[in-house]
T-cell receptor, first 115, second 111 residues
Framework: DTAVSQTPKYLVTQMGNDKSIKCEQN?????MYWYKQDSKKFLKIMFS???????INETVPNRFSPKSPDKAHLNLHINSLELGDSAVYFC??????????????FGPGTRLLVL | EDQVTQSPEALRLQEGESSSLNCSYT??????LFWYRQDPGKGPEFLFT???AGEEKEKERLKATLTKKESFLHITAPKPEDSATYLC????????????FGKGTKLTVNP
């Protein structure tokens, strides 16, 4: 009965590889997000999608490409992984259009380590 | 640029020793201020939302307050299970209405 789930939980890979992280929410929410939490524990928004449409796209390298096949899923594909991509990536969702006063609910995180 | 600053970075309390965490913000227009709790190895867990200065919300031993420039999370008679990192985030007017997070306060409550 997990609300926001992510796979995999841990991901260890070599520099230059391409990898994907998957996120699913069963809350019936319309908006989903990807956040990055770096080694200093600073949580920063990367992307958000509302009903499969991109609404937030922060200054993120274009090696990162989100894909939303339906409103319950938001996947993150990363090309040509770099050492600096090592971080914890969190998926989140909120009920409406990602606007005023909406509470965001977070997944458990995917710990990515690039060697 | 919107900024959220939390203090202290880390706080150690004895069980039962009440204290407060601070979240100060400089944003173009505040729509909401959110408090989250994050346990090690887990995602942030929602605690409170505050919308306007003077507003207060309570949940068990936690009480959040909001002024025009800052928010406080008061912890009354904390227990070891309150140990966690507490994150503050603001949602701003205009633009993409994203959440801007502070770096958090790591709270440790010793028995």
């Amino acid at each position: 009965d997990t609300a926001v789930s992510q796979t995999p939980k841990y991901l260890v890979t070599q520099m230059g590889n391409d990898k994907s992280i998957k996120c699913e929410q069963n809350l019936g929410h319309d908006t989903m997000y990807w956040y990055k939490q770096d080694s200093k524990k600073f949580l920063k928004i990367m992307f958000s999608y509302n009903n499969k449409e991109l609404i937030i796209n922060e200054t993120v390298p274009n090696r990162f490409s989100p894909k939303s096949p339906d409103k319950a899923h938001l996947n993150l594909h990363i090309n040509s992984l770099e050492l600096g991509d090592s971080a914890v990536y969190f998926c989140a969702s909120s009920q409406g259009s990602g606007g005023l006063r909406e509470t965001q609910y977070f997944g458990p995180g995917t710990r990515l380590l690039v060697l | 640029e919107d900024q959220v600053t939390q203090s202290p970075e880390a706080l150690r309390l004895q069980e039962g020793e009440s204290s407060s965490l601070n979240c100060s913000y400089t944003v173009s227009g505040l729509r909401g201020l959110f408090w989250y709790r994050q346990d090690p190895g887990k995602g942030p867990e929602f605690l409170f939302t505050l919308y306007s200065a003077g507003e207060e919300k309570e949940k068990e031993r936690l009480k959040a307050t909001l002024t025009k420039k800052e928010s406080f999370l008061h912890i009354t008679a904390p227990k070891p299970e309150d140990s966690a990192t507490y994150l503050c985030a603001v949602q701003t007017q205009g633009g993409s209405e994203k959440l801007v997070f502070g770096k958090g306060t790591k709270l440790t409550v010793n028995p």
